[in-house]
Protein backbone atom coordinates (compact mmCIF):
# COMPACT_ATOMS: atom_id res chain seq x y z
CA UNK A 1 0.00 0.00 0.00
CA UNK A 2 1.69 3.68 -0.55
CA UNK A 3 0.81 6.72 0.63
CA UNK A 4 -2.47 7.95 -0.99
CA UNK A 5 -3.75 4.54 -0.18
CA UNK A 6 -3.09 4.64 3.34
CA UNK A 7 -6.23 3.78 5.90
CA UNK A 8 -5.89 6.35 8.56
CA UNK A 9 -5.80 10.29 8.45
CA UNK A 10 -7.03 12.32 5.97
CA UNK A 11 -7.27 9.79 3.24
CA UNK A 12 -6.54 10.60 -0.82
CA UNK A 13 -8.66 7.32 -1.47
CA UNK A 14 -11.46 5.33 -0.24
CA UNK A 15 -11.85 1.99 -1.43
CA UNK A 16 -15.37 0.62 -1.75
CA UNK A 17 -17.16 -0.69 1.11
CA UNK A 18 -16.89 -4.34 -0.55
CA UNK A 19 -12.82 -3.96 -1.01
CA UNK A 20 -12.96 -3.02 2.77
CA UNK A 21 -15.26 -5.71 3.78
CA UNK A 22 -13.25 -8.73 5.98
CA UNK A 23 -15.19 -11.89 5.92
CA UNK A 24 -16.62 -12.62 9.80
CA UNK A 25 -16.58 -8.95 10.65
CA UNK A 26 -19.67 -7.61 12.30
CA UNK A 27 -21.31 -4.25 12.91
CA UNK A 28 -23.37 -5.43 15.60
CA UNK A 29 -23.63 -7.56 18.93
CA UNK A 30 -27.31 -8.97 20.19
CA UNK A 31 -27.37 -11.50 23.20
CA UNK A 32 -28.08 -15.52 21.62
CA UNK A 33 -31.22 -15.97 21.00
CA UNK A 34 -33.49 -18.33 23.53
CA UNK A 35 -35.61 -19.95 20.87
CA UNK A 36 -34.59 -22.45 18.20
CA UNK A 37 -34.71 -20.80 14.95
CA UNK A 38 -35.75 -23.61 12.82
CA UNK A 39 -39.37 -22.45 12.21
CA UNK A 40 -38.20 -20.01 9.31
CA UNK A 41 -38.50 -22.23 6.22
CA UNK A 42 -34.21 -21.70 4.74
CA UNK A 43 -35.78 -22.32 1.07
CA UNK A 44 -37.15 -19.00 1.79
CA UNK A 45 -34.40 -16.99 2.81
CA UNK A 46 -32.89 -16.83 -0.53
CA UNK A 47 -29.10 -16.05 -1.23
CA UNK A 48 -29.17 -12.14 -0.70
CA UNK A 49 -26.96 -9.43 -2.01
CA UNK A 50 -23.24 -10.23 -1.46
CA UNK A 51 -22.56 -7.57 0.91
CA UNK A 52 -19.68 -7.26 2.60
CA UNK A 53 -18.76 -7.88 6.56
CA UNK A 54 -17.81 -4.41 8.31
CA UNK A 55 -17.85 -3.33 11.58
CA UNK A 56 -19.63 -0.02 12.61
CA UNK A 57 -15.84 2.06 12.73
CA UNK A 58 -15.83 1.22 8.73
CA UNK A 59 -18.81 2.07 7.56
CA UNK A 60 -19.00 5.40 9.89
CA UNK A 61 -15.31 6.43 8.31
CA UNK A 62 -16.61 5.68 5.08
CA UNK A 63 -19.25 7.36 4.68
CA UNK A 64 -17.34 10.66 6.71
CA UNK A 65 -14.52 10.34 4.54
CA UNK A 66 -16.69 10.65 1.50
CA UNK A 67 -18.86 13.42 3.38
CA UNK A 68 -15.15 15.53 3.55
CA UNK A 69 -15.09 15.14 -0.25
CA UNK A 70 -17.74 17.76 -0.87
CA UNK A 71 -17.70 20.89 -0.61
CA UNK A 72 -20.90 23.23 0.63
CA UNK A 73 -21.93 26.85 2.15
CA UNK A 74 -20.89 25.14 5.48
CA UNK A 75 -17.28 24.26 4.17
CA UNK A 76 -16.27 27.81 2.44
CA UNK A 77 -17.33 30.51 0.22
CA UNK A 78 -19.22 29.29 -2.46
CA UNK A 79 -20.02 32.41 -4.69
CA UNK A 80 -21.89 31.06 -7.63
CA UNK A 81 -23.54 33.40 -9.10
CA UNK A 82 -26.80 33.94 -9.66
CA UNK A 83 -27.65 31.02 -7.17
CA UNK A 84 -27.33 32.81 -3.89
CA UNK A 85 -25.24 30.34 -2.09
CA UNK A 86 -25.52 32.45 0.98
CA UNK A 87 -24.80 30.68 4.95
CA UNK A 88 -28.03 29.55 6.75
CA UNK A 89 -28.28 29.80 9.83
CA UNK A 90 -28.97 26.45 11.39
CA UNK A 91 -31.71 27.34 13.90
CA UNK A 92 -34.08 27.53 11.33
CA UNK A 93 -32.93 23.65 10.37
CA UNK A 94 -33.88 22.88 13.99
CA UNK A 95 -37.35 24.50 13.98
CA UNK A 96 -37.92 23.00 10.46
CA UNK A 97 -37.22 19.49 12.17
CA UNK A 98 -39.55 20.11 15.12
CA UNK A 99 -42.23 16.84 15.72
CA UNK A 100 -44.79 19.32 14.86
CA UNK A 101 -44.10 20.56 11.93
CA UNK A 102 -41.94 17.09 10.52
CA UNK A 103 -44.38 14.65 11.45
CA UNK A 104 -47.44 16.66 10.51
CA UNK A 105 -49.50 14.70 7.35
CA UNK A 106 -50.53 16.40 4.15
CA UNK A 107 -53.57 13.86 4.54
CA UNK A 108 -54.80 15.45 7.78
CA UNK A 109 -58.20 17.39 8.05
CA UNK A 110 -57.67 21.12 7.91
CA UNK A 111 -59.06 20.72 11.39
CA UNK A 112 -55.81 19.33 12.69
CA UNK A 113 -53.21 21.15 10.38
CA UNK A 114 -54.18 24.66 11.89
CA UNK A 115 -50.92 25.01 12.73
CA UNK A 116 -49.29 24.33 9.88
CA UNK A 117 -51.92 26.28 7.89
CA UNK A 118 -51.21 29.60 9.94
CA UNK A 119 -47.58 29.53 9.34
CA UNK A 120 -48.59 29.42 5.57
CA UNK A 121 -50.96 31.54 5.45
CA UNK A 122 -48.10 34.78 7.18
CA UNK A 123 -45.77 33.21 5.40
CA UNK A 124 -48.16 34.41 2.28
CA UNK A 125 -49.23 37.91 3.74
CA UNK A 126 -45.24 38.30 4.73
CA UNK A 127 -44.59 37.84 0.38
CA UNK A 128 -47.27 39.64 -0.60
CA UNK A 129 -46.11 42.57 1.68
CA UNK A 130 -42.36 42.35 0.40
CA UNK A 131 -43.18 42.50 -3.19
CA UNK A 132 -45.79 44.62 -2.87
CA UNK A 133 -48.48 42.48 -4.88
CA UNK A 134 -51.59 40.83 -3.34
CA UNK A 135 -52.10 37.82 -3.74
CA UNK A 136 -49.83 34.53 -2.91
CA UNK A 137 -49.41 30.94 -3.54
CA UNK A 138 -47.24 28.32 -1.87
CA UNK A 139 -47.71 25.56 -4.25
CA UNK A 140 -45.04 25.70 -6.98
CA UNK A 141 -41.62 23.63 -5.25
CA UNK A 142 -39.06 24.99 -7.60
CA UNK A 143 -38.84 28.62 -8.90
CA UNK A 144 -39.20 26.94 -12.95
CA UNK A 145 -42.41 25.59 -11.42
CA UNK A 146 -42.97 29.50 -10.52
CA UNK A 147 -42.66 30.82 -13.53
CA UNK A 148 -44.72 27.52 -15.37
CA UNK A 149 -47.58 28.75 -13.19
CA UNK A 150 -46.81 32.60 -13.91
CA UNK A 151 -47.28 31.81 -17.66
CA UNK A 152 -50.07 29.27 -17.04
CA UNK A 153 -51.96 32.12 -15.29
CA UNK A 154 -51.64 34.65 -18.26
CA UNK A 155 -52.58 32.50 -20.48
CA UNK A 156 -55.92 31.45 -18.47
CA UNK A 157 -56.37 35.39 -18.27
CA UNK A 158 -55.89 35.97 -21.38
CA UNK A 159 -58.43 32.97 -22.36
CA UNK A 160 -61.54 34.12 -20.05
CA UNK A 161 -61.11 37.55 -21.67
CA UNK A 162 -61.92 35.89 -25.53
CA UNK A 163 -58.88 36.78 -26.66
CA UNK A 164 -55.57 34.54 -26.37
CA UNK A 165 -52.39 35.94 -27.38
CA UNK A 166 -49.62 33.66 -28.74
CA UNK A 167 -46.38 35.41 -28.13
CA UNK A 168 -44.21 36.84 -25.08
CA UNK A 169 -40.93 38.96 -24.79
CA UNK A 170 -38.04 37.18 -23.29
CA UNK A 171 -35.19 39.65 -22.76
CA UNK A 172 -31.68 38.16 -23.58
CA UNK A 173 -30.42 39.00 -19.91
CA UNK A 174 -33.46 36.43 -18.44
CA UNK A 175 -32.79 33.53 -16.68
CA UNK A 176 -32.79 30.33 -18.83
CA UNK A 177 -35.26 29.03 -17.34
CA UNK A 178 -37.91 31.90 -18.66
CA UNK A 179 -38.23 31.47 -22.53
CA UNK A 180 -38.28 27.66 -21.43
CA UNK A 181 -41.46 27.83 -19.20
CA UNK A 182 -43.37 30.24 -21.66
CA UNK A 183 -42.67 27.75 -24.56
CA UNK A 184 -44.12 24.79 -22.34
CA UNK A 185 -46.84 26.76 -21.78
CA UNK A 186 -47.50 27.44 -25.59
CA UNK A 187 -46.00 30.54 -25.88
CA UNK A 188 -43.77 31.72 -28.25
CA UNK A 189 -41.19 33.61 -26.54
CA UNK A 190 -39.71 36.82 -28.59
CA UNK A 191 -36.25 37.41 -27.44
CA UNK A 192 -35.75 41.30 -26.83
CA UNK A 193 -32.06 42.37 -26.85
CA UNK A 194 -30.76 44.29 -24.33
CA UNK A 195 -29.36 47.91 -24.09
CA UNK A 196 -25.29 48.64 -24.28
CA UNK A 197 -25.79 49.60 -20.45
CA UNK A 198 -27.00 45.87 -19.95
CA UNK A 199 -30.60 46.86 -19.29
CA UNK A 200 -33.56 46.37 -21.23
CA UNK A 201 -34.50 49.76 -23.64
CA UNK A 202 -38.01 50.85 -23.72
CA UNK A 203 -38.01 51.54 -27.36
CA UNK A 204 -36.80 48.57 -28.65
CA UNK A 205 -40.10 46.34 -26.27
CA UNK A 206 -42.09 49.62 -28.11
CA UNK A 207 -41.51 48.12 -31.41
CA UNK A 208 -41.99 44.48 -30.43
CA UNK A 209 -44.92 44.40 -28.03
CA UNK A 210 -48.52 44.31 -30.54
CA UNK A 211 -51.72 42.85 -29.42
CA UNK A 212 -50.48 39.32 -29.99
CA UNK A 213 -48.43 39.04 -27.18
CA UNK A 214 -49.14 38.37 -23.59
CA UNK A 215 -46.91 40.89 -22.00
CA UNK A 216 -43.30 40.66 -20.91
CA UNK A 217 -41.04 38.59 -19.00
CA UNK A 218 -38.00 39.47 -17.60
CA UNK A 219 -35.80 39.30 -14.89
CA UNK A 220 -35.09 41.69 -12.53
CA UNK A 221 -32.37 42.07 -11.32
CA UNK A 222 -31.45 40.74 -14.19
CA UNK A 223 -28.95 37.97 -15.32
CA UNK A 224 -26.18 40.40 -15.22
CA UNK A 225 -26.71 41.28 -12.12
CA UNK A 226 -27.90 44.84 -12.59
CA UNK A 227 -31.57 46.16 -11.79
CA UNK A 228 -33.60 47.01 -14.80
CA UNK A 229 -33.91 50.97 -14.20
CA UNK A 230 -36.06 51.48 -17.01
CA UNK A 231 -38.98 48.76 -15.85
CA UNK A 232 -41.28 51.32 -15.11
CA UNK A 233 -41.99 52.77 -18.45
CA UNK A 234 -41.38 49.07 -19.72
CA UNK A 235 -44.38 48.38 -18.01
CA UNK A 236 -46.52 51.47 -19.08
CA UNK A 237 -45.91 50.23 -22.58
CA UNK A 238 -46.67 46.86 -21.69
CA UNK A 239 -49.92 48.03 -20.03
CA UNK A 240 -50.84 50.03 -22.51
CA UNK A 241 -50.89 47.08 -25.29
CA UNK A 242 -53.06 45.20 -22.43
CA UNK A 243 -49.93 42.69 -21.86
CA UNK A 244 -49.12 41.83 -18.82
CA UNK A 245 -45.95 42.05 -16.84
CA UNK A 246 -43.91 38.48 -15.26
CA UNK A 247 -41.22 39.31 -12.96
CA UNK A 248 -38.65 36.37 -11.96
CA UNK A 249 -37.74 37.73 -9.03
CA UNK A 250 -35.61 34.68 -7.65
CA UNK A 251 -33.17 37.46 -7.54
CA UNK A 252 -34.71 39.27 -4.55
CA UNK A 253 -32.17 39.14 -2.40
CA UNK A 254 -30.99 42.47 -3.94
CA UNK A 255 -33.68 44.00 -3.40
CA UNK A 256 -35.85 43.35 -0.09
CA UNK A 257 -37.11 45.74 1.76
CA UNK A 258 -35.94 48.11 -1.24
CA UNK A 259 -38.36 48.12 -3.32
CA UNK A 260 -41.49 46.88 -4.27
CA UNK A 261 -41.89 45.16 -7.44
CA UNK A 262 -46.19 45.56 -7.57
CA UNK A 263 -45.13 49.06 -7.52
CA UNK A 264 -42.92 49.16 -10.69
CA UNK A 265 -46.13 47.66 -12.77
CA UNK A 266 -44.99 44.17 -12.24
CA UNK A 267 -48.62 41.68 -12.47
CA UNK A 268 -47.01 38.37 -11.45
CA UNK A 269 -43.87 37.11 -9.97
CA UNK A 270 -42.42 33.98 -8.57
CA UNK A 271 -39.60 34.18 -5.92
CA UNK A 272 -36.81 31.91 -4.55
CA UNK A 273 -37.52 30.64 -1.04
CA UNK A 274 -34.69 28.20 -1.57
CA UNK A 275 -32.45 31.49 -2.78
CA UNK A 276 -33.29 34.23 -0.74
CA UNK A 277 -35.19 32.93 2.20
CA UNK A 278 -33.08 30.30 4.35
CA UNK A 279 -32.65 27.18 2.24
CA UNK A 280 -29.75 26.71 0.24
CA UNK A 281 -30.10 26.46 -3.83
CA UNK A 282 -28.48 23.82 -5.58
CA UNK A 283 -28.09 20.17 -4.54
CA UNK A 284 -31.26 18.93 -5.80
CA UNK A 285 -32.78 19.84 -2.63
CA UNK A 286 -36.73 20.68 -2.20
CA UNK A 287 -37.33 24.34 -3.44
CA UNK A 288 -40.15 26.26 -2.86
CA UNK A 289 -41.02 28.60 -5.41
CA UNK A 290 -44.30 30.85 -4.76
CA UNK A 291 -46.09 32.55 -7.23
CA UNK A 292 -47.67 36.39 -6.06
CA UNK A 293 -49.77 38.55 -8.23
CA UNK A 294 -51.84 41.24 -8.93
CA UNK A 295 -55.78 41.15 -7.93
CA UNK A 296 -56.65 40.63 -11.32
CA UNK A 297 -54.91 37.28 -11.66
CA UNK A 298 -55.72 36.36 -8.24
CA UNK A 299 -58.43 34.04 -9.85
CA UNK A 300 -56.11 31.86 -11.67
CA UNK A 301 -53.87 30.75 -8.52
CA UNK A 302 -53.09 27.31 -7.95
CA UNK A 303 -55.66 25.46 -5.77
CA UNK A 304 -56.21 24.57 -3.11
CA UNK A 305 -56.23 28.19 -1.24
CA UNK A 306 -55.85 28.70 2.02
CA UNK A 307 -58.89 30.78 3.77
CA UNK A 308 -59.40 32.52 7.14
CA UNK A 309 -63.05 31.73 8.71
CA UNK A 310 -64.84 31.66 11.87
CA UNK A 311 -64.01 28.63 12.53
CA UNK A 312 -60.17 28.57 11.82
CA UNK A 313 -58.32 28.09 8.44
CA UNK A 314 -59.52 26.26 5.34
CA UNK A 315 -58.36 24.91 2.27
CA UNK A 316 -60.56 25.87 -0.46
CA UNK A 317 -60.57 24.35 -4.53
CA UNK A 318 -63.44 26.35 -5.21
CA UNK A 319 -62.23 28.25 -7.71
CA UNK A 320 -63.71 28.40 -11.41
CA UNK A 321 -61.12 30.13 -13.19
CA UNK A 322 -58.19 28.49 -10.93
CA UNK A 323 -54.93 26.98 -13.33
CA UNK A 324 -55.86 23.54 -11.20
CA UNK A 325 -52.79 22.03 -8.99
CA UNK A 326 -49.68 22.12 -10.00
CA UNK A 327 -48.85 19.03 -7.62
CA UNK A 328 -49.42 16.67 -4.79
CA UNK A 329 -50.77 18.55 -1.55
CA UNK A 330 -49.41 21.85 -0.31
CA UNK A 331 -45.58 22.58 -1.60
CA UNK A 332 -42.41 22.48 0.23
CA UNK A 333 -43.70 22.84 3.45
CA UNK A 334 -40.20 21.99 5.43
CA UNK A 335 -38.76 24.75 3.05
CA UNK A 336 -41.57 27.42 3.84
CA UNK A 337 -40.74 26.88 7.74
CA UNK A 338 -37.65 27.71 7.12
CA UNK A 339 -39.00 31.02 5.22
CA UNK A 340 -41.35 32.11 7.85
CA UNK A 341 -38.61 31.40 10.65
CA UNK A 342 -36.07 33.18 8.94
CA UNK A 343 -38.57 36.35 8.04
CA UNK A 344 -39.72 36.80 11.54
CA UNK A 345 -36.26 36.46 12.94
CA UNK A 346 -34.94 39.01 10.55
CA UNK A 347 -37.84 41.37 10.86
CA UNK A 348 -37.89 44.31 8.59
CA UNK A 349 -35.31 45.76 9.07
CA UNK A 350 -32.27 43.59 8.55
CA UNK A 351 -34.14 42.25 5.87
CA UNK A 352 -33.43 45.50 4.35
CA UNK A 353 -29.93 45.27 5.80
CA UNK A 354 -29.47 42.03 4.26
CA UNK A 355 -29.71 43.15 0.85
CA UNK A 356 -27.91 46.10 1.77
CA UNK A 357 -24.93 44.12 2.70
CA UNK A 358 -25.56 41.66 -0.18
CA UNK A 359 -24.79 44.72 -3.07
CA UNK A 360 -22.56 46.27 -1.19
CA UNK A 361 -20.36 42.80 -0.85
CA UNK A 362 -20.51 42.35 -4.54
CA UNK A 363 -20.02 46.04 -5.92
CA UNK A 364 -16.71 45.37 -3.23
CA UNK A 365 -15.47 42.55 -5.28
CA UNK A 366 -16.15 44.06 -8.63
CA UNK A 367 -14.20 47.15 -7.85
CA UNK A 368 -11.75 45.51 -6.23
CA UNK A 369 -11.23 42.79 -9.34
CA UNK A 370 -11.68 45.51 -12.28
CA UNK A 371 -8.66 45.74 -14.14
CA UNK A 372 -7.71 41.91 -12.94
CA UNK A 373 -10.26 40.58 -15.34
CA UNK A 374 -12.38 42.16 -18.12
CA UNK A 375 -15.21 43.84 -16.60
CA UNK A 376 -18.17 44.19 -19.67
CA UNK A 377 -20.60 46.21 -17.74
CA UNK A 378 -18.85 48.56 -15.72
CA UNK A 379 -21.47 50.43 -13.41
CA UNK A 380 -22.72 50.01 -10.19
CA UNK A 381 -24.04 45.91 -9.81
CA UNK A 382 -26.82 44.28 -7.84
CA UNK A 383 -25.66 41.70 -5.31
CA UNK A 384 -23.47 39.87 -8.47
CA UNK A 385 -20.91 41.05 -10.58
CA UNK A 386 -20.03 39.76 -14.50
CA UNK A 387 -16.48 39.42 -15.27
CA UNK A 388 -14.99 37.61 -18.65
CA UNK A 389 -11.76 35.88 -19.31
CA UNK A 390 -11.22 38.68 -22.28
CA UNK A 391 -7.46 39.74 -20.57
CA UNK A 392 -6.61 36.49 -19.94
CA UNK A 393 -7.24 34.97 -23.66
CA UNK A 394 -4.00 36.60 -24.35
CA UNK A 395 -2.17 34.09 -22.90
CA UNK A 396 -4.51 31.29 -23.67
CA UNK A 397 -6.66 30.91 -20.85
CA UNK A 398 -9.93 30.33 -21.02
CA UNK A 399 -12.91 30.87 -17.80
CA UNK A 400 -12.73 27.17 -17.43
CA UNK A 401 -8.80 26.89 -16.59
CA UNK A 402 -9.39 30.24 -13.91
CA UNK A 403 -12.77 28.32 -12.46
CA UNK A 404 -10.66 25.31 -12.04
CA UNK A 405 -7.55 26.58 -10.90
CA UNK A 406 -9.77 28.92 -7.58
CA UNK A 407 -10.82 24.97 -6.47
CA UNK A 408 -7.05 24.42 -5.74
CA UNK A 409 -7.08 27.35 -3.39
CA UNK A 410 -10.19 26.02 -1.61
CA UNK A 411 -12.97 28.14 -3.36
CA UNK A 412 -16.09 27.14 -5.03
CA UNK A 413 -15.76 28.22 -8.39
CA UNK A 414 -17.87 31.32 -9.34
CA UNK A 415 -21.21 30.64 -12.11
CA UNK A 416 -19.42 30.53 -15.58
CA UNK A 417 -20.12 30.57 -19.04
CA UNK A 418 -23.71 32.20 -17.83
CA UNK A 419 -25.25 34.43 -18.74
CA UNK A 420 -24.94 34.01 -22.15
CA UNK A 421 -24.84 37.79 -23.39
CA UNK A 422 -21.30 38.33 -22.36
CA UNK A 423 -18.38 35.65 -23.73
CA UNK A 424 -16.37 33.91 -21.56
CA UNK A 425 -18.86 34.96 -18.53
CA UNK A 426 -17.71 34.68 -14.72
CA UNK A 427 -20.36 35.33 -12.36
CA UNK A 428 -19.75 35.70 -8.91
CA UNK A 429 -22.11 36.32 -6.02
CA UNK A 430 -20.52 36.99 -2.62
CA UNK A 431 -23.59 37.00 -0.57
CA UNK A 432 -24.63 39.11 2.57
CA UNK A 433 -23.02 36.53 4.85
CA UNK A 434 -19.18 36.26 3.67
CA UNK A 435 -17.26 38.28 6.07
CA UNK A 436 -14.95 40.99 4.72
CA UNK A 437 -11.94 38.99 5.36
CA UNK A 438 -13.34 35.84 3.60
CA UNK A 439 -13.95 38.50 0.81
CA UNK A 440 -10.63 39.86 1.17
CA UNK A 441 -8.94 36.58 0.44
CA UNK A 442 -10.91 35.53 -2.28
CA UNK A 443 -9.86 39.15 -4.21
CA UNK A 444 -6.27 38.09 -3.35
CA UNK A 445 -6.67 34.58 -4.69
CA UNK A 446 -8.80 35.98 -8.27
CA UNK A 447 -5.57 38.33 -8.21
CA UNK A 448 -3.02 35.78 -7.88
CA UNK A 449 -4.44 33.14 -10.84
CA UNK A 450 -4.70 35.90 -12.98
CA UNK A 451 -0.87 36.98 -12.31
CA UNK A 452 -0.32 32.83 -12.96
CA UNK A 453 -2.34 33.06 -15.84
CA UNK A 454 0.02 36.04 -17.10
CA UNK A 455 3.33 34.17 -15.82
CA UNK A 456 2.58 30.42 -15.97
CA UNK A 457 -0.47 29.46 -17.86
CA UNK A 458 0.73 25.69 -18.15
CA UNK A 459 -0.01 25.66 -13.95
CA UNK A 460 -4.01 26.85 -15.07
CA UNK A 461 -3.76 24.54 -17.85
CA UNK A 462 -3.57 21.57 -15.52
CA UNK A 463 -5.37 22.64 -12.80
CA UNK A 464 -7.30 21.79 -10.01
CA UNK A 465 -4.20 19.73 -9.29
CA UNK A 466 -5.00 19.97 -5.26
CA UNK A 467 -8.10 18.52 -5.67
CA UNK A 468 -9.01 14.65 -5.23
CA UNK A 469 -10.61 14.48 -8.73
CA UNK A 470 -8.25 16.02 -11.12
CA UNK A 471 -9.59 17.81 -14.78
CA UNK A 472 -12.11 15.81 -15.62
CA UNK A 473 -13.41 15.89 -19.56
CA UNK A 474 -17.02 17.18 -18.97
CA UNK A 475 -18.14 16.18 -21.97
CA UNK A 476 -17.48 12.91 -21.27
CA UNK A 477 -18.14 12.85 -17.67
CA UNK A 478 -21.67 13.43 -18.73
CA UNK A 479 -22.11 11.48 -21.48
CA UNK A 480 -20.54 8.51 -19.88
CA UNK A 481 -20.76 9.00 -15.90
CA UNK A 482 -18.45 6.68 -13.93
CA UNK A 483 -20.34 5.82 -10.87
CA UNK A 484 -18.24 3.13 -9.64
CA UNK A 485 -14.94 5.21 -8.30
C1 LIG B 1 -33.10 34.25 -11.82
C2 LIG B 1 -33.52 32.83 -11.67
N1 LIG B 1 -34.72 32.43 -12.15
C3 LIG B 1 -35.14 31.15 -12.04
C4 LIG B 1 -34.36 30.19 -11.45
C5 LIG B 1 -34.85 28.77 -11.41
O1 LIG B 1 -35.08 28.33 -10.12
P1 LIG B 1 -35.13 26.75 -9.80
O2 LIG B 1 -33.74 26.25 -9.94
O3 LIG B 1 -35.64 26.66 -8.41
O4 LIG B 1 -36.08 26.13 -10.78
C6 LIG B 1 -33.10 30.55 -10.94
C7 LIG B 1 -32.22 29.57 -10.30
O5 LIG B 1 -31.20 29.86 -9.79
C8 LIG B 1 -32.67 31.90 -11.05
O6 LIG B 1 -31.48 32.30 -10.61
Known amino acids: MNESQGMTGLILNEPLLWDKGNKGRSGYSLPRPDIENSFIDETLLGSGPDFPDLSEMDVVRHYT ?109 AHGTNPASAALCGFRPIPVSSDDQGVLSPGRVSDLMDTETAGIMLTNPNTLGLFEENIRTVAEIVHARGGQVYCDGANLNAVMGMVHMGDLGVDVMHLNLHKTFATPHGGGGPGSGPVCVKSHLAPFLPIPRIHKTEEGYVLSDDFPDTIGKLQAFWGNF ?92 IMIEPTETESLETINEFIRTCRSVAREAAENPDRLKLAPVNCKVKRLDEAAAARRPCLAD
Open 65 to 173: RLSQWNFGVDTGMYPLGSCTMKYNPKVHEILAGLNGFATAHPLLPARMSQGALHLMSELQSFLAEITGLNAVSLQPAAGAQGELAGMLMLHAYYRKQGRPRSKILVPDT
Open 334 to 425: SVMIKAYCYILSMGPHFLKKASQLAVLNANYLKESLKGVFHLPYDRPCMHECVFSDKLQKAHGITTLDIAKRLMDYGFHPPTIYFPLVVNGA
